[in-house]
């Protein structure tokens, strides 16, 4: 069985480097998986960019948190130097 939930950001939501989400369930069972769908990201891009995304899992079991297997690394340029470039990522 898939769960499917509404992710809510929690912590310092004027964080423009960090985003922490937190799912509106609080229990996985046995069986069961939890989905971060429909991701994306924007962005303004003057000339060249880079970036990534790392995910960690926090729990009871695991306060420390335990980092995911799956990253995404972005790099690119614009080289018409407008504003406009943006890209998105589905995860």
Known sequence: M??????KRIGDVKSMDQYWLQ???NEIKPGES????SFQ????????YSGGIVGYVYSDEFPDGIKSFNAIHIQGSNDSGEE?????SGV
């Open 2 to 7: 898939n769960t499917s939930s509404v992710w």
């Open 23 to 25: 799912p509106s369930t």
């Open 34 to 37: 939890l989905t971060f769908s």
């Open 41 to 48: 990201l924007k962005w303004k891009a003057t000339q060249t």
């Open 84 to 88: 406009t470039a943006n890209g998105t």
